[in-house]
C-alpha cells in the first residue's frame, strides 16, 4: 500500500512540476528569445509546503560585458585591441526572481576591468607562459578546422582563448568584441596570479554551452553561441565609436 502510494505521490508531483514548467515557459518566452535560453527539464523539487516545483537547467543573463576598441600600437594586419569591463547584469536578479522560486546569491557588482590588468591584458607576462599559451602559438591558426573547447582552448573561426589578452587577429571588429569579451570572462572566472580582478566570478564558464547577446550597437533579441561563424551575425554590426555591449548567458539550476 506503502509503494502505490508513493508512486501516486510521485507521478502528482511530475503533473505539478509540468504545469509549473509549462507557466513559466511562457514567461520567459516574453523575456528572451529561445536560443539565450537552452531550458532544460532536469526533475522536481520542492518550492513551498505542499507545492511541487520542476527543477529545470537554464541560462540566465548574468553579465553585462563592454568593450572598447583602441589602438594596438602595431601595425599587423587585422590585429585589434580592446580594453574591456565584466559586470554583473543589473536585471539578472529580476530576471531569476520572476522566473525562479529562490533567491539568488547576490553578486558583486564588477568582476573585471582590463585597464589595470595591463600587464597580463597588454603583455602576458604570466598568460604567454601557459600551456594553452603556448599550444596556441602552434595550433591556433587551425582552430577553425578543430572542435569548439579543442585542447581547451579554441574557439572555432574566432581563434584561440589563449593567451587572454585584449590583441585579436580578425578583420571583423565585432568578433575582436566577442572574442576579448569572453577571454575576460574566463579571467573573471580563473584567474592565474599576476591578474589583477576587482572579483572573482561566481557564474559558471563553459566555451561550448555559454551564449552572447549584444547590445550595442545593434540590439538583439537572439544569442549566439561562441565561436558560431561570423557570416551568420556580424554583418552591419560594425560599431562607428568602437564600443560593444553584450549579454553574458550561462547556465544555472532554477527550481521553477
Known sequence: MKTFFLIFLFISSQVQAEQNFDKQMSILKEQADGSCLGLIPVGVCPKVKHVVGALVLLREPSLMIQTIKKSS???VGNLQFNEVSVLSNPLAKAFHQSVCSEIPDPSPPVFYISEPDTLEWKQAKFEGKLPHSLAASVIGSQCHRLPLGAQGQCMNTWGPLYPRTGFVVTPSTPVASAV???????IAKNPIPGHIIESRMNYSFNLREDKLQMIKPVASLKC?????????????KTSKDGQYVW???????CCI
Open 180 to 186: 576579448s569579451a569572453v577571454r575576460a570572462v574566463s
Open 224 to 236: 549566439i553561441s561562441i565561436g558560431q561563424d561570423p557570416k551568420t551575425w556580424d554583418k552591419n
Open 73 to 75: 600600437g602595431v601595425s
Open 247 to 253: 549579454i553574458y548567458w550561462n547556465w544555472r539550476l
